[in-house]
């Protein structure tokens, strides 16, 4: 390379160093101002955080980085924090299944057969599933994502491989989402949708959470789980009740609101 | 807002009448462009995405916001579109996806379903002409989705896109039309029966041959399986996912490809969606690209 060109890279470079240090100083004045607003919040002082309505979420996930999911200590304090709050029903997801085995010899404990019913979960369900003060807490890995999905196709072809076999036609099945519903049941990949999702790691990813159950969910990222504050949860939540889902519908204009940061009408 | 879009090329420029503001125009353009090639130069010392996927939402509160009618909103979206696609060529990102219409969308106002359908296939039209942007990048169209719920008309119209951009080896535009992630799952699975539906029945009649067949039964269906069979098969997972107005969800769009992409939602609305909107999500996905990579080569190793 000639000199003039590793002169220039050398500035482009210096010149991209300056520009990542400045977001970096303007995040650390953001995150500044959030830990304030956390701690404002759990210390009541805020009111519209004092009163949660919880009546639309049915079910949350929290999705960890596998790495951060080996601090047992910091996930049975956030799942503290989210029974007090009153969340009834709670999924714990890792890619690498650290959650499911961490939280493995809770399971032969108290499998709660009402609340399963209660949620419509197939009687084979593989999940690691236990009670925890009046909490249901499903524990999911990265092998109930796509691999789940391969299984359940498997389960579903073979159905109809065996129909041909045993001459009931030799029709071209048309598989529905339906038929695939099903067949994730049949699998023990079932279960409910959760209606809006935490994150907790490094960068905002869903980290292969299965993508049945991930369609209309609500994505919030949190930050690293070391530095979780009761606070931000508050808030998390507290938004989520704010938001309103259509489902591609369309809304009469007169709900619609033009701040972006309140959207009501969407996809 | 139209100022903002000429400004970065000259295919999506209205006629200009007064000499002295072409002048004007042609300096300041031309200024802009200098600096905007001077900040990409910057940024992509940095990693840059080879793939960006974008949820195109909210033109109907932008109507809404400037009292226009809401129809008017979709077509600024789509100049909104054409725009990224050139600052995304501009900055070196090969794939761009987006999501056009989601097939819960036909649950809309069937008047606004119908002059969607009317949009999406006037715009087609015109991107099939000659001297179209698509053409002048050399780009390659592919629509991703269900084409048989489409009227015909508009599937006639992607279809010939679609074959007339099959060979060109520019940047890769892939519009998800009509389209759901799950409804993609199907799809890939019915084609991997069909695969090895096929497969049995070369077997079998190899069988009658005499020659070596197994027992008829077929291997299990793997995700390599799956993958293959999807729409986005021969295309990277996508680096960035943006989700505009400020919407957290996915709404079912690549729940499949999207296991370590970075997730974004910028408040701004799509038709706002600029330059600096780019920029500040390449810096972010930088920023992040670190855990993403280091994630996607330990499931690879994993593989």
């Given at each position: 390379m000639s000199r003039p060109a590793i002169i220039l890279k050398l500035i482009l470079g210096l010149l991209w160093v300056i520009i990542h240090l400045t977001i970096s100083l303007f995040n650390l004045w953001s995150l500044l101002i959030y830990n304030l607003q956390c701690y404002l919040i759990s210390s009541g002082l805020l009111r519209k955080y004092q009163y949660l309505h919880l009546d639309r979420l049915n079910y949350l996930a929290i999705v960890v980085d596998s790495k951060e999911a080996k601090n047992t200590v910091k996930i049975r304090q956030l799942l503290s924090w989210l029974s007090t709050m009153g969340v009834k029903h709670i999924c714990l997801y890792d890619i690498e299944g650290v959650l499911k085995r961490s939280f493995e010899p809770f399971m032969n404990g108290s499998k709660d057969e009402k609340a399963r019913e209660s949620l419509d979960i197939g009687a084979s369900m593989n999940h690691s599933h236990y009670g925890y003060k009046n909490m249901v807490i499903d524990c999911l890995s990265g092998s109930d994502g796509k691999e789940g999905i391969a299984k359940a196709a498997d389960l579903l072809c073979s159905t109809y491989f065996n129909g041909e076999t045993h001459g009931n036609g030799k029709k071209e099945p048309k598989f529905t989402e339906a038929d695939m519903a099903s067949a994730l049941k049949a699998v023990g990949c079932g279960g409910p949708e959760p209606d809006l999702l935490l994150m907790y790691g490094p960068a905002r990813c869903h980290l292969g959470f299965p993508a049945w159950r991930l369609r209309y969910t609500e994505i919030m990222h949190m930050g690293p789980l070391k530095s979780m504050k009761y606070g931000a949860i508050v808030k998390a939540l507290y938004n989520f009740s704010q938001k309103y889902q259509n489902y591609g519908k369309l809304l009469g204009f007169?709900?619609?609101?033009?701040s972006p940061a309140k959207s009501m009408n969407s996809f | 807002m139209e100022g903002t879009l000429t400004s970065c090329s000259p295919a999506v420029n209205p006629n200009i009448e007064k000499p002295e503001d072409m002048v004007k125009t042609g300096v300041l353009a031309r200024f802009q462009n200098f600096l905007r090639k001077c900040l990409i130069a910057v940024i992509s010392y940095g990693p840059m995405p080879n793939h960006i996927a974008f949820i195109m939402d909210g033109n109907r509160r932008y109507a809404k916001c400037r009292s226009i009618q809401q129809g008017a909103g979709h077509r600024v979206g789509f100049f909104a579109l054409i725009a990224n696609l050139l600052y995304c060529y501009e900055m070196g990102v090969k794939y761009m996806t987006v999501y056009a219409f989601s097939i819960d969308n036909f649950k809309r106002d069937p008047k606004e379903v119908q002059s969607l359908m009317q949009l999406m296939e006037e715009k087609i039209n015109e991107l099939l002409e000659k001297q179209s942007v698509i053409d002048k990048l050399n780009c390659k169209v592919n629509f991703w989705g269900?084409?048989?719920?489409?009227c015909e008309p508009v599937r006639l119209a992607a279809q010939k896109l679609m074959a007339s951009t099959a060979?060109?080896?520019g940047p890769v535009l892939s519009v998800c039309m009509p389209y759901n992630s799950t409804s993609e799952i199907v799809n890939a699975v019915s084609e991997v029966y069909a695969e090895r539906r096929e497969m049995l029945q070369r077997e079998h009649d190899g069988d009658c041959n005499g020659q070596a067949v197994n027992n008829g039964v077929h291997p299990e269906i793997s995700v390599a399986d799956l993958d293959r069979h999807?729409?986005?098969?021969g295309c990277p997972d996508p680096d960035i996912v943006i989700r505009t107005s400020g919407e957290t969800r996915l709404s079912n769009f690549l729940l499949w490809q999207t296991t370590f992409s970075h997730l974004q939602n910028p408040d701004a609305l799509w038709p706002d969606f600029s330059f600096r909107h780019l920029v500040w999500s390449v810096l972010q996905y930088q920023r992040a690209y670190p855990y993403l990579e280091q994630n996607r080569n330990l499931a690879k190793k994993q593989l």
């Open positions: 007169s709900t619609l609101n033009c | 269900n084409l048989e719920l489409l060979g060109n080896t999807m729409y986005s098969a």
